[in-house]
Structure formats: structure tokens, C-alpha cells
């Protein structure tokens, strides 16, 4: 076990360009920063940090982003039940729990011994259309479910959350259309924290992680896109 676990770390620390170390620590910095600037509670610190490294790790084309996502999920989702954001309760625990797992051995079959990332594709153009149209017709019929529960800002709550769910499956799918979707809900998502934010003054660190996570799939699809192979 402790020799598997050795190589296991040897192969996901293998390939780290020193911007991508530099980015990882900046991000790190600046959710740390923001937490204790604004006194976030230790959970919301978690919930910020672990959802800011899976998404670098996720970037990178490493296994681990999953299993740093399986702890943000349990973090986030607390986090977003104490604000009124149901949508992205029942998106952590329902969706994104086992679909972290699912990833882990999805990738597993895909990984390339030199680069030691995941190997990267695009969907079809007539595809990724299609898929567009009914991520949006999904929207609307969650954001009607939202509203039925009491959620706060229901339809734009339902937004983030199903282009998220959208942009998981595309992850784990190894699919580089998944960044401009994250882009679209990492937008949405700031709006949203931004709100409360500035209603409650708590939760810095979370909105600061929606920010990293922007940026991060701003780096991301221009990465991916150039490294996808059709």
C-alpha cells in the first residue's frame, strides 16, 4: 500500500510547469487572504480552498482533482444550505458526489505516461449545439422546481447550477467545450455570492473561490483547446 501511494504521488506531482506551480500558490494565497481579512469561518475556508485546487488540479488533467472534490462537496454544500442556495445543495450531494467518484476511474483508462494528464477531446460542432439547447431548456425547468422550494433567486440559482452539472459531465468526459461552460456559470456564480456577500458579509472566501475559478477556466480553455485532439 505505502508503495502504491508512493508512485501514485510521483505520477501526479510529474509535469508541473513552474506558472502552474506560481498560479496554485497565488490562488491559495488569495483564498487564505480573503478568509481572514473578512473572519470566514474555518468551513467556509475549506469549502474555499479545496474547491480552488480541484479546479486547478481538474485544469491540469490530474486524477486528484476528484478526490479534492469529493471533500469541497461535502464543504460547499453546507455552506451553500446556511445561505439559501438549494440549488447548489442538491447539485453537491446528489450530482457532484458520485460524479467525482465516477471520474476517478473514468480517467484512470485515459492517462498519458509522459505528460502524466489526461488525455483531452472536442465534441462535434453539431454536438456541442445540441447539447447547448437542452442544457438551457433544463434551466428553465429547474429554475421552476427553485422557485416551487422557496430558493432564494431561483432562476439564476438554477443557471449556475445546471451549467455546472453540464460542464462536470463534460469533464469527466474529458471534453475541453466544459471551460466555456464553467466560464458562463463561474459568472453566474459570482453574481450570486456577490449578493451575499455584500447582504450578510459573510462567505468572502467562497465568492473568492468563484473568482479563482473564472480565471482558472479563462487559462484552462486556451490550454485545452490547443491540447484536444478530435
Known amino acids: 500500500m505505502g508503495q502504491a501511494l508512493r508512485t501514485y504521488l510521483q505520477f501526479e506531482l510529474r509535469g508541473w510547469k ?21 473572519r470566514d469561518d474555518p468551513l467556509s475556508l475549506s469549502a474555499g480552498l479545496s ?3 480541484c479546479a486547478i488540479l481538474a485544469g491540469k488533467g490530474k486524477r486528484s482533482a476528484f478526490l479534492v472534490g469529493a471533500v469541497n462537496v461535502f464543504c460547499y454544500a453546507w455552506v451553500a444550505f446556511r445561505a439559501g442556495y438549494y440549488g447548489g445543495v442538491i447539485l ?10 465516477t471520474g476517478w476511474f473514468a480517467w484512470r483508462r485515459h492517462m498519458n505516461a509522459v505528460s502524466a494528464e489526461v488525455v483531452k477531446r472536442r465534441l462535434p460542432p453539431g454536438q456541442a449545439l445540441a447539447l ?19 430558493g432564494r433567486l431561483p432562476y439564476v440559482d438554477a443557471l449556475g447550477t445546471v451549467v455546472s452539472l453540464t460542464a462536470q459531465v463534460l469533464l469527466i468526459r474529458r471534453l475541453s467545450e466544459q471551460w466555456l461552460l464553467w466560464i458562463f456559470a463561474d459568472l ?15 462567505n468572502v472566501a467562497t465568492l473568492g473561490m468563484w473568482i479563482v475559478y473564472l480565471l482558472n477556466a479563462l487559462f484552462m480553455y486556451r490550454r485545452w483547446n490547443r491540447e484536444a485532439r478530435d
Open 132 to 150: 447547448y439547447g437542452l442544457t438551457a431548456l433544463a434551466v428553465l425547468l429547474y429554475g421552476f422546481l427553485l422557485q416551487m422550494l422557496g
Open 51 to 53: 474547491g480552488v485546487w
Open 92 to 101: 453537491n450531494l446528489l450530482c457532484y458526489l458520485p460524479m467525482h467518484c
Open 188 to 202: 453566474v456564480m459570482i453574481f450570486m455570492w456577490a449578493l451575499h456577500v455584500a447582504r450578510a458579509g459573510e
Open 18 to 38: 513552474a506558472i502552474e506551480v506560481a498560479w496554485l500558490g497565488v490562488a491559495t494565497a488569495v483564498i487564505l487572504g480573503l478568509s481572514l481579512r473578512w
